[in-house]
């Protein structure tokens, strides 16, 4: 099962090293195909008062880190085309973010690093749009195996989301890899004003309804001590959490 887990965004080396550390253990005990994410920049925070990220330039410098300390493979989100070819010797992954999945110019870039490509479902598409997508990366030159799509929930009035299950046989029908983001489709949007709320508490129901689906991977936001982290915190796991989580998923998955 693949598992693509991380803090929200890279805060400090030390906070990296030590949820990387976690995952690797995690993976080694439930064997999971595991990718390091953290993201360099969040361009689309709800205030521009909120912390965005250390940037592309330091971002890479703890992928490297992160790589030769524990030999695990990264994926990251990219906001503008030319970082593509700027992440691609640093990477294993890129993903496009929810909101700009439909931006033809991103999926261009993704698909000429020659790495495989995670796209965010944006909150604003029905699953079987995802089609178009995937249409257009193959058109590019990416191999189905190389594509992941990944659902993270659908806007349902204002500061919410929810999660269509029948998005998950309507994606696979694409033939891309379906993966399911535990934690992202709990937020509530712009929930706290100036940054978003979260529902963490629900993340183990829709994880293991998600895994009850047959999805071919999971997307987790976890962190130390997600009350403290500078983004994204309100719809975290910590590492107890996910490692709860992770064992449930799994057991689900056993049985199918």
Same mark, same amino acid.
């Given at each position: 099962?693949?598992?693509?887990?991380?803090?929200?965004?890279?805060?400090?080396?030390?906070?990296?090293?030590?949820?990387?550390?976690?995952?690797?253990?995690?993976?080694?005990?439930?064997?999971?195909?595991?990718?390091?994410?953290?993201?360099?920049?969040?361009?689309?925070?709800?205030?521009?008062?909120?912390?965005?990220?250390?940037?592309?330039?330091?971002?890479?410098?703890?992928?490297?880190? *992160?790589? @030769?300390?524990?030999?695990?493979? #990264? !994926?990251? %989100?990219?906001?503008?085309?030319? =970082?593509?070819?700027?992440?691609? &010797?640093?990477?294993?992954?890129?993903?496009?973010?929810?909101?700009?999945?439909?931006?033809?110019?991103?999926?261009?870039?993704?698909?000429?690093?020659?790495?495989?490509?995670?796209?965010?479902?944006?909150?604003?598409?029905?699953?079987?749009?995802?089609?178009?997508?995937?249409?257009?990366?193959?058109?590019?030159?990416?191999?189905?195996?190389?594509?992941?799509?990944?659902?993270?929930?659908?806007?349902?009035?204002?500061?919410?989301?929810?999660?269509?299950?029948?998005?998950?046989? *309507?994606? @696979?029908?694409?033939?891309?890899? #379906? !993966?399911? %983001?535990?934690?992202?489709?709990? =937020?509530?949007?712009?929930?706290? &004003?100036?940054?978003?709320?979260?529902?963490?508490?629900?993340?183990?129901?829709?994880?293991?309804?998600?895994?009850?689906?047959?999805?071919?991977?999971?997307?987790?936001?976890?962190?130390?001590?997600?009350?403290?982290?500078?983004?994204?915190?309100?719809?975290?796991?910590?590492?107890?959490?996910?490692?709860?989580?992770?064992?449930?998923?799994?057991?689900?998955?056993?049985?199918?």
């Amino acid at each position: 099962m693949i598992l693509m887990a991380g803090p929200c965004v890279i805060e400090t080396d030390e906070t990296a090293l030590s949820t990387c550390d976690f995952l690797k253990n995690l993976a080694l005990k439930y064997n999971l195909d595991l990718y390091f994410k953290s993201s360099f920049d969040k361009a689309n925070r709800s205030s521009v008062d909120s912390y965005r990220g250390p940037g592309i330039e330091k971002g890479m410098e703890l992928f490297e880190k *992160v790589k @030769r300390k524990f030999d695990v493979k #990264i !994926i990251t %989100d990219f906001h503008e085309p030319a =970082q593509a070819a700027q992440l691609s &010797g640093n990477v294993d992954m890129l993903q496009i973010p929810a909101f700009l999945c439909r931006q033809t110019d991103m999926l261009k870039a993704a698909s000429e690093s020659g790495l495989p490509v995670n796209v965010k479902k944006g909150q604003f598409l029905s699953p079987w749009d995802m089609a178009n997508i995937v249409q257009k990366l193959e058109s590019f030159g990416v191999k189905k195996r190389d594509i992941f799509l990944t659902e993270r929930g659908t806007s349902f009035g204002y500061n919410n989301l929810v999660v269509d299950f029948r998005s998950f046989p *309507v994606m @696979r029908d694409t033939g891309a890899n #379906i !993966i399911f %983001d535990a934690t992202h489709s709990l =937020q509530l949007p712009g929930g706290m &004003g100036k940054s978003s709320g979260g529902q963490r508490e629900f993340v183990p129901y829709l994880a293991k309804a998600a895994a009850a689906c047959g999805v071919d991977g999971f997307f987790m936001e976890i962190h130390p001590e997600p009350y403290k982290a500078l983004c994204d915190g309100p719809n975290m796991l910590n590492f107890e959490s996910a490692e709860n989580v992770i064992k449930n998923i799994c057991l689900i998955r056993d049985v199918l």
